[in-house]
């Protein structure tokens, strides 16, 4: 799949969902992988994005551009949109940007972070503008990884992702490769 390190996925297996989401966002060798720890505001990395969408969150299913290309088209239960649309990627994107890792990248002007290898937060790259994903908005200059920690937030609650990661349990394989929706719902609600 990609890098993240079994000690991250064992630490978490038995805890809580968003802790997961969150450990497994912030590995030096996912950032790596997924090209993010050079994270700028411009242009905005929409891997780490369409990672933190599709893979184990709501998945590629959820992605409704195909149908709903604008944001506002989407449609929302109690506010929140049901799935996400290519506006949704890029507001994401944004939200990560300073998410990175020290190995001594250059982050402004006559800075470096450290040499450590662990993860890290370049607060000079972080965009503190508004952003708006899957129908929430976000404030305006919030702190450094407030947005970013907003979005797991907002995934870890989302049905779509409790959908999407109870039908990859080894016990839905028992329903058969895609288990009827009526059955994965009341596990999903756990």
Request: include cysteine; hydrophobic fraction near 40%.
């Amino acid at each position: 799949l990609y890098p993240v390190p079994d000690a991250v996925l064992r630490g978490h297996a038995f805890g809580r969902f968003r802790d997961l989401l969150g450990a497994v966002a912030r590995p030096p060798s996912m950032l790596a992988y997924l090209n993010d720890a050079d994270g700028r505001a411009s242009p905005a990395n929409e891997n780490f994005a369409r990672e933190r969408l599709e893979m184990h969150r709501l998945g590629a299913g959820a992605h409704l551009n195909d149908r709903f290309p604008r944001w506002d088209a989407v449609p929302k239960d109690e506010g929140v949109a049901v799935g996400y649309s290519d506006e949704d990627l890029h507001e994401v994107a944004r939200a990560f940007i300073g998410w990175t890792t020290d190995e001594g990248r250059w982050v402004a002007e006559g800075q470096e972070t450290p040499r450590t290898g662990t993860f890290a937060h370049a607060e000079s790259r972080h965009d503190p503008s508004q952003k708006r994903v899957l129908a929430r908005a976000f404030a305006p200059h919030r702190g450094p990884m407030v947005d970013g920690e907003e979005v797991l937030d907002l995934l870890a609650a989302h049905p779509a992702t409790a959908r999407h990661v109870c039908a990859k349990l080894p016990a839905a394989r028992l329903w058969t490769a895609r288990p009827p929706r009526r059955e994965a719902e009341p596990v999903a609600a756990i």
